[in-house]
């Protein structure tokens, strides 16, 4: 069973940076594709960023140039470094894991930019 567990989040000013970790237990890690999810309030979950086990990344228009999305196979853990925060970043991040057509999420970890 995987568990996904994501941490780093927290308020930021507007122009401030956050980086967000995740921490997946399981055996697949580094084969998985790894993503980042947000939702904002009264809004539908979006995709944020993935990465392949290959290390192929992909971005969502809104956060290209800003996000960066990673992962450390030796320590199972996925990142997501958000820099230019803006208050339309504000939402809730979670973590997704892809293998052999099984999805499993992260709890979430609350991001809110705002001054």
């Known amino acids: 069973q995987v568990q996904l567990v994501e941490s780093g989040g927290g308020l930021v000013q507007p122009g401030g940076s956050l980086r967000l970790s995740c921490a997946a237990s399981?055996?697949?890690?580094?084969?998985?594709?790894m993503a980042w999810y947000r939702q904002a309030p009264g809004m539908q979950r979006e995709l944020v960023a993935t990465?392949?086990?290959?290390?192929?990344?992909n971005y969502a228009d809104s956060v290209k140039g800003r996000f960066t999305i990673s992962r450390d196979n030796t320590k199972n853990t996925l990142y997501l470094q958000m820099n230019s925060l803006k208050p339309e970043d504000t939402a809730v991040y979670y973590c997704?894991?892809?293998?052999?057509?099984?999805?499993?999420w992260g709890q979430g970890t609350q991001v809110t930019v705002s001054s």
């Open positions: 399981g055996s697949f890690f580094s084969i998985a594709t």
């Open positions: 997704n894991e892809q293998i052999v057509g099984l999805q499993y």
């Open positions: 990465i392949t086990g290959g290390g192929n990344t």
